[in-house]
């Protein structure tokens, strides 16, 4: 099992910036890639981001379009945790982010493609 617990959300204006982290635990060397989700009310669970997880030093990260050039998903895998920098926030942007672990080799975007979820975190963006 693995265990993932996201932090770094709050309330922040048009504009602004937040860091949202993601501390895994458990068996994480069984985890192949890390993804960034995110749920606005009454919307479904989108994909946001990912990271390549396992492996050596380089890595391949992988964006929705609507977060291209404002956000950049990183990695700390001496710390088990991944992170999500989100610049230039717009109100769109507003949802609860969750942090996903996927056992599988092949990367995927799709929600149902991950294994483990942490309980999320609010976002949300004033205008």
């Known amino acids: 099992q693995v265990q993932l617990v996201e932090s770094g959300g709050g309330l922040v204006q048009a504009g602004g910036s937040l860091r949202l982290s993601c501390a895994a635990s458990g068996r994480t060397f069984s985890i192949y890639h890390m993804g960034w989700f995110r749920q606005a009310p009454g919307k479904v669970r989108e994909f946001v981001a990912r990271?390549?997880?396992?492996?050596?030093?380089?890595?391949?990260?992988d964006y929705a379009d609507f977060v291209k050039g404002r956000f950049t998903i990183s990695r700390d895998n001496a710390k088990n945790t991944v992170y999500l920098q989100m610049n230039s926030l717009k109100p769109d942007d507003t949802a609860v982010y969750y942090c996903?672990?996927?056992?599988?080799?092949?990367?995927?975007?799709?929600?149902?493609?991950?294994?483990?979820w942490g309980q999320g975190t609010q976002v949300t963006v004033s205008s």
């Open positions: 990271i390549s997880w396992s492996g050596d030093s380089t890595y391949y990260a």
């Open positions: 996903a672990a996927d056992r599988s080799r092949v990367a995927t975007r799709s929600v149902t493609g991950y294994d483990y």
